[in-house]
């Protein structure tokens, strides 16, 4: 598939407050090497929510962002057992998701903290991790794979957790609904952009290499260039934040051309599609 002009990464970050050092956007189009955009900018949830607008309407281009579009539901049958009056689809949950909050730039804290608060581990005061740690069914088809996708978005402490990331993702989907198609709540469109789920690990395992943060250019473009990617013409020591979003970019680029089902994976269902949503990447 050739038919997006850019494939468009997003290093996400769910930290309270209103600009964020941990995002970071990558693009890579034609042959190109991948590239950072406005690699100075410190980012703002809403200022990437205002420039994939903008990039959206220009050209068709496939974004991507490393949060969960959605809790797990199948395996338990809700998102958040024993409460009363919570949706049962993506769609909607972003909707009570964002109805919920009031923090600044898209953040979600007070849906993690105060008004769901029970559902969610933020450290040993709370009882056995494993007691809140559930998975949707893209995850376990990826640790089945050998993935090891071992956060859960009801785990909310430590530097792996992607709880604050998801939710406050969840109420950037709620803004974007209706403006560019998300897959696979959405179906993709024949023509335009699209906005899909990834996860780096799974790109630097397609590159060879075993799925460790990469923090130089050297270790960068060995990563880049097992995924048939020209290097990426840097000027400076990437972080880990640039450097995900690099490969990732790199990554989805060569999987949606290679992949015949990249974008109909196996055990992608129409339940799944609405509820869960599935990670691109997970074939």
Known sequence: MRRFSAYV??????AKGRKHKGIAVAEARGDAPPRLIRPGHVWSREDVLKWLLRQAA????LFGFDFS??????????????????P????????????????????????LEVAHRKHFYFGI????????????????????????KTASAYDAIGAAQVAKASFSGMRFLRNLDGKVAIWPMDP????????????????LRRSGLTGVKLRSRTELNRALKGLGSAPARLRFEPNDHQ?????????????????????????????????????????
């Open 69 to 86: 579009f959605a809790p797990p539901l199948i395996e338990r049958g809700e998102y958040l057992p024993g409460e009363p009056g919570v």
């Open 88 to 111: 049962q689809t993506a769609r909607e949950f972003w909707a009570y998701v964002d109805a919920c909050c009031d923090d600044e730039d898209l953040g979600a804290a007070r849906f």
């Open 243 to 283: 450097t995900d979003a690099l490969v990732t970019a790199a990554g989805m680029r060569a999987l949606a051309r290679t992949e015949p089902r990249a974008f109909d994976p196996e055990g992608l269902t129409a339940e799944i599609a609405r509820t869960e949503g599935w990670t691109f990447g997970v074939l």
């Open 125 to 148: 005061a709370d009882g056995l991790k494993s007691d809140f740690v559930r998975f949707r069914q893209c995850d376990a088809r990826l640790n089945a794979q050998g993935g090891r």
């Open 188 to 203: 993709l469109p024949e023509s335009g952009s699209a906005v899909v789920e990834i996860y780096t690990r799974i790109y």
């Open 9 to 14: 990464a997003i290093d996400w970050s769910g």
């Open 58 to 61: 220009t050209e068709p281009t």
